[in-house]
């Protein structure tokens, strides 16, 4: 059954340093998304991404984050100067369409960030 | 409350027995999803209902969604060891990419 697929699955780096997360989402899905989780939070949107664009953005997906879909199959998540309350495991996750949406969410496995 | 919220946030049942969670949200939704997590791992997709829908099955899960009152549950029948998890609602708006809205989940544990 296709997944979706994360790499790598723990990143650590230290506060100031740039990171990419990178996100294998699922073969002919359409809409991409990043997500992350606080340790003992909720799970907390930050982005969509649909026809090579951003279609939505949270609050925190400030200037320090940006996303990238290179090659048609990868999906990146780059936080520039990390800090320390980045601390968190990031989720990707796509969806095909469905009718004039998108369909279910499939999450990846997460990549755990930990800034030191 | 906030958005997609669960209760209750811990349940502890014995092997055998059915296991409900409940979810109430605040915003008119398209759909709302239920997702598993096992302790520190990714986030496994158990079943997705409609707005129009009002109970949906798969396997030993039931899902109802009662739009009037803005609530949906979990129910987990004749519960297993292995359904140790946390379980969270997630809902998606009417208009939009979609994006979802997680509650805080019910922390479920399955004694044997």
């Known amino acids: 059954e296709p997944e979706v697929t994360q790499t790598p699955s723990h990143q650590v780096t230290q506060m100031g340093q740039e990171v990419i997360l990178r996100c294998v989402p699922i073969s002919n899905h359409l809409y991409f998304y990043w997500y992350r989780q606080i340790l003992g939070q909720k799970v907390e949107f930050l982005v969509s991404?649909?026809?090579?664009?951003?279609?939505?953005k949270s609050e925190i997906f400030d200037d320090q984050f940006s996303v990238e879909r290179p090659d048609g199959s990868n999906f990146t998540l780059k936080i520039r100067s990390t800090k320390l309350e980045d601390s968190a495991m990031y989720f990707c996750?796509?969806?095909?369409?469905?009718?004039?949406?998108?369909?279910?969410?499939?999450f990846g496995p997460g990549t755990r960030l930990t800034v030191l | 409350s906030q958005q997609g919220e669960e209760d209750p946030q811990a349940l502890s049942i014995q092997e055998g027995e059915n296991a409900t969670m409940n979810c109430s949200y605040k915003?008119?939704?398209?759909?709302l999803q239920w997702y598993r997590q096992n302790s520190g791992r990714g986030l496994v997709h158990l079943i997705l209902i409609r707005s129009n829908e009002r109970e949906k099955h798969s396997g030993r899960l039931r899902v109802t969604l009662d739009t009037s009152k803005k609530s949906s549950s979990l129910l987990i029948t004749a519960s297993r060891a292995a359904d140790t998890a946390s379980y969270f609602c997630a809902t998606a708006r009417l208009l939009g990419n979609e994006k979802l809205t997680f509650g805080t989940g019910t922390r479920l544990t399955i004694i044997p």
């Open positions: 996750a796509s969806s095909d369409q469905l009718g004039f949406g998108p369909d279910t969410q499939y």
């Open positions: 915003t008119s939704i398209n759909n």
């Open positions: 991404f649909y026809n090579n664009e951003i279609s939505e």
